[in-house]
């Protein structure tokens, strides 16, 4: 209610009933399985959601950060820290290509780092913003100083939004930088982790 009944926000609403139910229930919570359900259950109830693009993107994504990311993460441990946000990363740009280049005609390049950079700090305002708001909404004098992390958040993410904008290089240059990246990515794969059987 507070975000509007968007596709996206419908789907990950459906997703995390299912996950509560199974979980109530002692059942497997598979994300994969999850998204399938959710998705298959909201297009019988409102079968125009087939042509929402944000609806395609969102599913597309969590399809990529649930199978994809994973898989690449485990691959790419050669990264360090860096693997999982930049596995995730891969895997939702994989799910959200073939959507967005039939609607938009590219996929940009600076999404790789924008989305390493203002991930995590979008996912703690989300965490922390809604307990934040209620304490906020409860005892009004403390809004200012309990909402500060969540101002700063959101400034972060607004502030990568923009730079991203600026310095998407679009054409020629974007379809090089997006073979670098799978040339590293590839690298990154075939490279052994020092760590690896100790």
């Given at each position: 209610m507070l975000t509007r009944f968007e596709p996206s926000i419908i789907r990950a609403g459906a997703m995390a009933a299912l996950s509560a139910t199974a979980f109530v229930l002692g059942r497997e919570r598979h994300?994969?399985?999850?998204?399938?359900?959710?998705?298959?259950?909201?297009?019988?109830?409102?079968?125009?959601?087939?042509?929402?693009?944000?609806?395609?993107?969102?599913?597309?994504?969590?399809?990529?950060?649930?199978?994809?990311?994973?898989?690449?993460?485990?691959?790419?441990?050669?990264?360090?820290?860096?693997?999982?946000?930049?596995?995730?990363t891969l895997g939702a740009q994989a799910g959200v290509f073939l959507p967005a280049m039939l609607v938009f005609g590219h996929v940009p390049l600076v999404s790789l780092p924008a989305n390493v950079l203002a991930g995590?700090?979008?996912?703690?305002?989300?965490?922390?913003?809604?307990?934040?708001?209620?304490?906020?909404?409860?005892?009004?004098?403390?809004?200012?100083?309990?909402?500060?992390?969540?101002r700063l958040g959101v400034r972060w993410v607004d502030l990568i939004a923009a730079l991203g904008a600026r310095l998407e290089p679009g054409g020629t240059?974007?379809?090089?930088?997006?073979?670098?990246?799978?040339?590293?990515?590839?690298?990154?794969?075939?490279?052994?982790?020092p760590h690896e059987g100790r």
């Open positions: 994300p994969a399985r999850l998204l399938l359900i959710a998705v298959t259950g909201l297009l019988i109830v409102d079968p125009l959601l087939a042509r929402s693009i944000g609806f395609w993107l969102s599913t597309g994504a969590t399809a990529g950060v649930t199978t994809v990311g994973p898989w690449l993460a485990r691959r790419m441990r050669v990264l360090g820290l860096l693997a999982a946000p930049v596995a995730v995590p700090v979008a996912g703690g305002v989300m965490l922390y913003g809604l307990p934040a708001g209620l304490l906020a909404g409860a005892v009004p004098a403390l809004a200012p100083v309990v909402m500060l992390p969540c240059a974007s379809l090089a930088g997006w073979l670098l990246v799978l040339l590293v990515v590839g690298v990154a794969m075939t490279c052994r982790d």
